[in-house]
């Protein structure tokens, strides 16, 4: 970066608004599981939409690169700079007002930089609900969870952020700003531009604030842990369920005994809910607006059914709110305890929910044949048809002899994942650990449609360069 950016930089943001020495950027520079690293010249942290368009336009005018940065959880590699030491990261993280709440219309407009906790908690005061949730709540941004379109735990009953979305404030690569902010659930004015910033991983332009929907708050929840003998039986679980509740299944989650056993391991207090080992779990959770909603009995017609059917052995109906939060604990623990296992090999994938007992059968023979003792790590959004299908070297295995059979497992599970109609990428993103395979598995029209957005948007190519889209 030259001295003129870096002063002119500065007199934007304010010298406490740009971070350059080592130290003050090390958090920048790599992601949560220090799987990404790289180096930056410097990290630049507007506070306002104004500072956000102006620092863009002088590093186009520079011909400087710019990586946008929420609260850094993404699990792809889509915030962490190249190793150039060239690139400027653009870090929301000071823009976190929520701007407006207006409850009549069933929105919050909030800043990019906002942590999703806090817009949770804010839609709570005002005795609504933000329906977003995932286990990086606590230190995910808006920005962020609408750059990668984030899913979670909710998406069966509320969507995902693209449909949790009704308008967006953004400032394109070149400078301008784009005032989608609009609060309307209808617009038929043209194309939904929104929908392109939403999942562009930050690569079509920087999100600075967004007007999101909002619902009526949840007033009543049975959550219940359920013992099931095959990944069949979770489908079949499911089915039922829905069949009893409707849309009062808000959640379905699905762990492995081997995600299990690792929680057990690694999270201090996290205690086994049913006596004995089974293959497979189920988390389902019921929830309605109203306070007395007898969601209790609902959820035990249903396990009922399912233990006839043979779908379910055990169950433990969670007694009250702190068992209820225990058993999300158990499911929201993965991702760190298994980081403690060594290098983690992630697979974020979609098929559809009928197809799931069939991908894992077919995945899990194959990688047990590839490398022999693999720990195969499968929970995850099961109702959405979403597996965390991540996996784990054998018990004393070498962390470099796993690290070179990454490419040919990732094929396993992916070349499985394309056969049976799926997604490699169900909400995580393509980030810079995917672009390169993506090529593989998405139609050559559609990754030309991409490129021609792109271009159109970011022809000199200076927005988050080296995500996304494939060289
Ligand atoms: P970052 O990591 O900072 O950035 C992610 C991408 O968005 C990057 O490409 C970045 O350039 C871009 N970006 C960030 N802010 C902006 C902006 N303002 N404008 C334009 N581009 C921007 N994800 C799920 O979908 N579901 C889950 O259940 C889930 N659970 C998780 C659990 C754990 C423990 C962890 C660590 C991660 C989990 N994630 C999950 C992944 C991650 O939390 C989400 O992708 C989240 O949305 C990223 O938000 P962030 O603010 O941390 O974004
Ligand atoms: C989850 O559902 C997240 O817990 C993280 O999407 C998954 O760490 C992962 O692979
Ligand atoms: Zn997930």
Redesign the pocket.
Known sequence: MTVDLAVRLRDVVGPAGVVDDPAGMSGYLT???HAYSGTAAAVVRPGSTAEVAAVVALCRGSGVAV??????????????PDSSGRQVV???TR?RRIRDLDAANQTVTVE??A??RSVQEAAAAAGQLFPL?????G???????????????GVLRYG??RDLTLGLE??LPDGRVWNGLRGLRKDNTGYDLKQL?IG?????????AAVLKLYPAVRSRTTAWVALPDPRSAVDLLGVLRAHAGDRLTGFELMSRQSVDFVLRHVPGARDPIAGVHPWYALVELSDTLDDAGLDAVVESGLAEAFERGAAVDAVVAAGAAQAAALWALR?GV??AQNREGPSLKH?VTVPVSRIPEFLERTRRALADAVPGIRVVTY??VGDGNLHHNLSKPVGGDDDAFRARAPELSRVVYDVTHALDGSIS????L?QSKRDVVVDYKDALDLDLMRGIKQLFDAPGLM?PG??LPD
Do not use: Y
């Open positions: 992601d949560w599981r990586v946008p940065q929420g609260g850094n959880t993404g699990l792809c590699g889509g915030a962490v653009l870090s929301l823009m990019a930089g942590v999703l949730s995932l286990g990086a709540e230190s995910c941004t808006v920005g962020g969870n609408l750059a990668t379109n984030a899913g979670g735990t995902t952020m953004v400032v910033f562009a991983e930050g690569t079509l332009g920087v999100i600075t929201e991702s760190e974020d995850g959004h169900a909400e995580h993103g980030g988050n995500k996304v």
